[in-house]
Nanobody, 123 residues
Framework: QVQLVESGGGLVQAGGSLRLSCAAS????????WAWFRQAPGKEREFVAY????????YYADSVKGRFTISRDNAKNTKYLQMNSLKPEDTAVYYC????????????????WGQGTQVTVSS
């Protein structure tokens, strides 16, 4: 069974940094595009960042642009989200997702999801 496992979440003060990781259980995901989404309590899941299959194309939500960086290491089957200058409004459960095609910011176009990792930013 294919699995995506996130790690790296935690509690951090505003202005701090965290790096989230998403490990895939199989090399099959080399051909997938990847994204990070987040969901805060009482809110819908929202797009955070996207990276293409080869890693040459990235997109970010306006709210995280310039602060977050998405990357992938296909040799390690792992994707990352480096989060700097964190703000309390970044508090959410963060999910990694993998899919073959579709609108990059639409969660419905992703086929595989991790279990989520909690990020809490204190003021």
């Amino acid at each position: 069974q294919v699995q995506l496992v996130e790690s790296g979440g935690g509690l951090v003060q505003a202005g701090g940094s965290l790096r989230l990781s998403c490990a895939a259980s199989r090399r099959t995901f080399d051909n997938y595009r990847w994204a990070w989404f987040r969901q805060a309590p009482g809110k819908e899941r929202e797009f955070v960042a996207y990276i293409s299959r080869a890693g040459g194309i990235t997109y970010y939500a306006d709210s995280v642009k310039g602060r977050f960086t998405i990357s992938r290491d296909n040799a390690k089957n792992t994707k990352y989200l480096q989060m700097n200058s964190l703000k309390p409004e970044d508090t959410a459960v963060y999910y990694c997702a993998a899919g073959l095609s579709g609108t990059y910011y639409n969660p419905a176009t992703y086929d595989y999801w991790g279990q989520g990792t909690q990020v809490t930013v204190s003021s």
